[in-house]
């Protein structure tokens, strides 16, 4: 920021030595520095609440940003959910009209697989002699 050189700062060191003396030289420094000690302090807390509110400034940001994406994936899910539903209708609605055009025989097989059948009977088991030692 500042343009100090070795050869300005030996200069500007000469001429305090020479206008405040060097019995009072330590003290000056002494005050110049926490001068300068509470000015860098003060500028290190500026610049802390400066990039706190930026980084609230771009949470809020992507905060926005996520709500509408979820907004969006909800509104896209809705629509396909309608499209499947009314695909399954669609479906739904051909499949009964297939089944309603149908012969009757197949209405008959369809409705004699939806009534509960008898278990069948187990086979008898034929029983064979047993052979006699003569």
């Known amino acids: 920021m500042f343009d100090i050189t070795s050869s300005k700062l030996l200069i500007l060191a000469i001429v305090a030595l020479l206008v405040v003396g060097p019995k009072d030289l330590p003290i000056l420094l002494r005050t110049l520095g926490k001068y300068m000690g509470f000015i860098r302090r003060q500028a290190a807390e500026f610049r802390a609440q400066f990039d706190e509110a930026i980084r609230e400034t771009d949470l809020e940001q992507l905060k926005t940003d996520f709500e509408s994406v979820g907004r969006e994936m ?3 899910m809705q629509e396909g959910s309608a499209v499947v539903e009314r695909q399954l209708a669609t479906t739904q609605q051909d499949l009964d009209q297939a089944l309603d055009g149908a012969p009757s025989d197949i209405n008959t097989r369809e409705k004699n697989k939806a009534l509960p059948q008898a278990e069948p009977e187990p086979a008898k088991q ?9």
Request: glycine letters at 0%; zero cysteines.
């Open 74 to 76: 909800k509104s896209t």
């Open 126 to 134: 034929i029983l064979r002699p047993e052979k006699t030692e003569s």
